[in-house]
């Protein structure tokens, strides 16, 4: 069983900084971020490949987030700049898919407990 533990979450000022770290107990050729906001849908938000050789990234944080592994920790990172009182939400690692270039939620089957993020305005 695939094991996914989030860390890094907690409460910032807008304008502020966070990283995010997600261990995954074995290895995933893809790997990426979702965010849930209380009464909106999961959004998916960045995805990585092995190698970060190519990662992808929703319109509402390019810029201002960079996802990024380190294959030799099983290691993903969500660096979080410019943060927005929008950001606000539960932040969830998820693994397991193959081959997809897309950030939808039913192509991951493994997912994290979730680290919540707070801004503040």
């Known amino acids: 069983q695939v094991q996914l533990v989030e860390s890094g979450g907690g409460s910032v000022q807008a304008g502020g900084s966070l990283r995010l770290s997600c261990t995954i107990s074995g290895y995933s050729r893809r790997m990426a971020w979702f965010r849930q906001a209380p009464g909106k849908e999961r959004e998916g938000i960045a995805l990585i490949v092995t190698g970060g050789v190519a990662t992808l990234y929703a319109d509402s944080v390019k810029g201002r987030f960079t996802i990024s592994r380190d294959d030799a920790k099983n290691t993903v990172y969500l660096q979080m700049n410019s943060l927005k009182p929008e950001d606000t939400g539960m932040y969830y690692c998820?693994?397991?898919?193959?081959?997809?270039?897309?950030?939808?939620?039913?192509?991951?089957?493994?997912w994290g407990q979730g680290t919540q993020v707070t801004v503040s305005s």
């Open positions: 998820a693994a397991g898919a193959t081959f997809t270039w897309r950030l939808v939620s039913s192509d991951f089957p493994y």
